[in-house]
């Protein structure tokens, strides 16, 4: 369909709608007033005639009670004729017990007579009567009295002046016995009659509407009543028209507005097709300053801006070729994996035109995490928009898990799955593949306080990475050259990640004890001038544990050094288990130890060498012995203790006084602690304080601050202590 064909339809959809509807709404609110009006005028005219007929029910008992009051059986006619003649009822007649009649008042109506209180009998109904019981003073019965008044025309007609409606008596059948209505209109009543049921209003194809009353206790006459409606006559064609009319009045109006509508569009078309095949001269003449005018310059002057556009696209083709190998040299030099994955997306989607972009690398759980993404806002498939590694695709699920998955790259259009997947949504999208390893960053990060990793630490031999990039601009699919793009710069991720691993891995290697796992001295010395540091900066302390492991050259001498090595390893590991997070341990060489407790003062260092120095005393270390035989090794621990600043003021010196105070633990019978000896005090010279003297700033106290008293007899300074809810306290 074309555009002035939608247009048109559109104005006719506008225009024409809400005229049916007025027109519907019009019509079906008439029918419905008319229709509860005439339902009104039903049902009062059905409680008239039950009125009408209870009444004379009523009437005709009453003229049977006066003549079976009679008690002489011989004055029972004259009693009727009295009845008769005074119009009681039309007619009286004096059964036997038997049945038989005994009296009958001449001239009395046809039969059959249908009894006010009995059912209703099929066929038509000639009388209503009523009949009452004969009985002697003794109770025995004598026979019957019935009263009759005829069901003829009359009757009918005064039953329709009554209720002011066409009444039609019907037979059993369903044919009509006498009817007030016209011979027209009697087809259609005895039609609806038919369908009517109960006392529901049922309507003719005439416009009257009809409505059964009876046969039923105390009415046993089936009636038919019938009301014409109240619409007014022509109400249909008079809509008929007007929606005709307004369905005219809107098709040349839409036609011609159509018409002016679209010519320029036209125009506008066959210059898109004109620049389509490469035609970039092709302009629109500018006839109006409405939108379609506004929309023919936009045009032109897009025209000649994408002449220029793909002048500079052209020579620009070719130097983006250079700029990826040097991207490549450039990102395989540098170990800063997060920085080198914002360089590779942020060139592929300035490469290939893309919206949207992430990296996602596989985790140890089978799942897909987003290491980097850009320009996600809107498609974010989780809360959390600031982390990307809230983008979570199990391997499999989606399109970046069936990728990961298979190992193929993928390119099309996005289709929602029936289960969520963690994706973002988009229209357009290509994924590639590329090798990564697995954990890129290690466990053991020398810039976080914490343990260097161990053995089961290291990174996986390797897994599966993926590229994605979402929605092209100009709504495009993206094509082969924008995968063989995206495959070149995943070649460039994957050999930049594995530099950062194998960069990483070497880096740890320097740092840590092949044997314990724990950092090794190189990473003591940089430790603890970074940790007093630290220390100096925030007012804290800083507390150093040097261990030694008693007499350790005799289990090398009496078990081998495999079962030395054993101990050694188990001691440090119990180590690890008694301090915290952020303490330090490190093999300083042999069996010698250094644990850096940071923000602990000399009490809590005295508290956590004696655990270290109960778990090592009370659980002998299980070797192997030289028949193969397991043994177990007692071990005890001597542990230096000193504090900085109490007990030095530099890194170097802080360490030489706990390897001192070791040496007086050696020197003290081994298996045990000793607390660095404060150093001398230097001269000083008394400073006046003012009363109006305040806490510092942080309202924090400064280490080395509390008084000499203190100090003795704890060996705490009035520092903050660690929180002693804290594992290893």
Same mark, same amino acid.
């Given at each position: ?56 029910? =009523?009437?005709?008992?009453?003229? /049977? ?9 011989? *004055? ?99 044919? #009509? ?44 006459? +089936?009636?038919?009543?019938?009301? +014409? ?89 070719? =130097? ?19 920085? #080198?994955?914002?360089? #590779? ?84 999208? $290509? ?5 990564? +390893? ?68 070497? =880096? ?121 035989? +397991?043994?177990?090794?007692? $071990?005890?621990?001597?542990?230096? #203790? ?48 003012? /009363?109006? *003297? ?36």
């Amino acid at each position: 369909m074309t555009l002035r064909g939608r247009l048109t339809a559109a104005f006719l959809t506008v225009v024409l709608g809400p005229v049916l509807l007025g027109a519907f709404f019009v019509g079906s609110t008439l029918n419905a007033v008319d229709r509860g009006r005439a339902s009104e005028r039903l049902g009062l005219a059905a409680a008239g005639v039950r009125t009408s007929v209870d009444a004379l029910c =009523q009437q005709l008992r009453a003229a /049977a009670d006066a003549v079976a009051l009679v008690a002489d059986p011989a *004055a029972r006619p004259r009693a009727a004729d009295q009845v008769v003649g005074r119009g009681l009822a039309a007619g009286v007649r004096i059964a036997d017990p038997a049945g038989r009649t005994s009296y009958a008042t001449p001239g009395g109506p046809a039969g059959p007579w249908q009894d006010c209180v009995a059912d209703a009998t099929a066929g038509p109904v000639g009388a209503l009567a009523v009949r009452v019981r004969l009985r002697d003073p003794a109770g025995a019965d004598l026979g019957t009295v019935a009263a009759a008044q005829p069901v003829d025309p009359a009757f009918v007609a005064r039953l329709a002046a009554v209720t002011g409606v066409g009444v039609t008596l019907l037979d059993d059948p369903g044919r #009509i016995t006498h009817t007030t209505e016209d011979r027209e209109v009697r087809a259609a009543v005895l039609a609806a009659a038919r369908e009517a049921d109960g006392d529901r209003v049922t309507g003719t194809t005439d416009g009257r509407y009809v409505r059964r009353v009876g046969p039923s206790p105390g009415q046993p006459l +089936p009636l038919v009543l019938s009301v +014409p409606g109240e619409r007014p006559p022509g109400l249909y064609a008079a809509l008929v028209g007007a929606v005709v009319l307004a369905a005219l009045l809107a098709v040349l109006a839409a036609w011609r507005l159509a018409r002016v509508t679209t010519r320029p569009l036209v125009q506008l078309a066959g210059a898109v097709d004109r620049v389509a095949h490469g035609d970039l001269t092709a302009r629109v003449p500018v006839r109006s300053r409405d939108e379609i005018g506004r929309l023919a310059s936009a045009f032109n002057r897009m025209t000649r801006e994408t002449g220029s556009y793909v002048a500079a696209l052209t020579s620009s083709r070719d =130097q983006l070729r250079g700029h990826l190998a040097v991207l490549g040299d450039t990102l395989a030099s540098t170990h800063d994996l997060q920085r #080198i994955l914002r360089v #590779i997306l942020h060139s592929a989607i300035a490469a290939t035109g893309a919206r949207a972009g992430a990296v996602l690398l596989l985790d140890g759980d089978g799942v897909l995490v987003g290491q980097c993404v850009e320009g996600l806002d809107g498609r974010w498939p989780t809360e959390d928009r600031a982390d990307p590694a809230t983008l979570r695709v199990p391997v499999g699920a989606g399109v970046v898990g069936t990728v990961a998955a298979t190992g193929e790259p993928l390119r099309g259009r996005w289709e929602p799955a029936d289960a969520p997947t963690g994706e973002p949504s988009c229209e357009t999208y $290509v994924a590639v593949p590329f090798a990564a +390893p697995r954990g890129a960053e290690p466990r053991g990060d020398p810039d976080r306080p914490g343990h260097p990793p161990t053995d089961g630490d290291a990174a996986g031999d390797g897994a599966l990475g993926v590229l994605a990039l979402y929605d092209r601009l100009g709504a495009d699919e993206f094509d082969d050259d924008d995968l063989v793009t995206l495959r070149t710069f995943a070649g460039h991720a994957a050999v930049a990640v594995e530099n950062v691993r194998v960069h990483e891995e070497a =880096q740890r290697l320097s740092l840590t004890d092949p044997l314990t796992g724990l950092w090794n001295y190189r990473y003591l010395r940089e430790s603890i001038r970074r940790e007093v540091e630290r220390a100096n900066r925030f007012g804290r302390m800083l507390s150093v544990l040097a261990l030694d492991l008693d007499r350790f050259k005799d289990v090398n001498d009496t078990w081998g050094h495999a079962a030395g090595d054993a101990v050694l390893v188990e001691f440090a590991r119990r180590v690890r288990g008694e301090i915290r997070e952020v303490d330090l341990a490190f093999r300083q060489g042999g069996e010698e130890f250094v644990v850096l407790l940071p923000e602990t003062d000399a009490r809590g260092a005295t508290i956590v060498a004696e655990r270290l120095g109960a778990v090592v005393r009370d659980h002998p270390v299980p070797v192997e012995g030289h028949a193969g035989e +397991p043994i177990r090794v007692p $071990v005890t621990v001597s542990i230096g #203790i000193a504090v900085y600043p109490d007990h030095a003021a530099g890194g170097q010196q802080v360490l030489d006084a706990a390897d001192d105070a070791l040496y007086a633990a050696k020197a003290a019978g081994r298996d045990g602690y000793r607390l660095a000896r404060a150093p001398d005090p230097v001269p000083s010279e008394e400073i006046p304080v003012v /009363a109006a *003297a305040v806490s510092p700033p942080d309202g924090q106290p400064r280490a080395g601050a509390g008084d000499a008293a203190t100090v003795a007899q704890g060996g705490a300074s009035s520092g903050p202590h660690p929180p002693r809810q804290s594992r290893g306290r």
